[in-house]
């Protein structure tokens, strides 16, 4: 059975930093990429980053690129997001999901999905 499970969410200062976790089991980590969403009160989910299956190619949004890298542990089966120097804007429900391309930023391209770890960057 696929499954894909957060950890690491929680309550930071602006200029701050946090690392998500992305636990996965069933087929989904070694043969598909994997990314990383949003989702902030009252707004659309957004793509924030991905990473191929071997995890050499990587795809970020522009407005997280130099802050956030994404990364992938084989023998965890675990993938990492970690986000440094925060800014309040990046408050929201981070997810992790699984997609065919690490290339792919829209919702619908990915099936699989985790429940979510809530961000919270206060000024």
């Known amino acids: 059975q696929e499954q894909l499970v957060e950890s690491g969410g929680g309550l930071v200062q602006a200029g701050g930093s946090l690392r998500l976790s992305c636990a996965a089991s069933g087929r989904t980590f070694s043969t598909f990429a994997l990314g990383w969403f949003r989702q902030a009160p009252g707004k659309e989910r957004e793509f924030v980053a991905a990473i191929s299956w071997s995890g050499l190619s990587t795809r970020y949004a522009d407005s997280v690129k130099g802050r956030f890298t994404i990364s992938r542990d084989g023998a965890k089966n675990t993938v990492y997001l970690q986000m440094n120097s925060l800014k309040p804007e990046d408050t929201a429900v981070y997810y992790c999901?699984?997609?065919?391309?690490?290339?792919?930023?829209?919702?619908?391209?990915?099936?699989?999905w985790g429940q979510g770890t809530q961000v919270t960057v206060s000024l």
């Open positions: 999901a699984r997609t065919s391309s690490y290339t792919y930023i829209w919702s619908y391209q990915y099936d699989y």
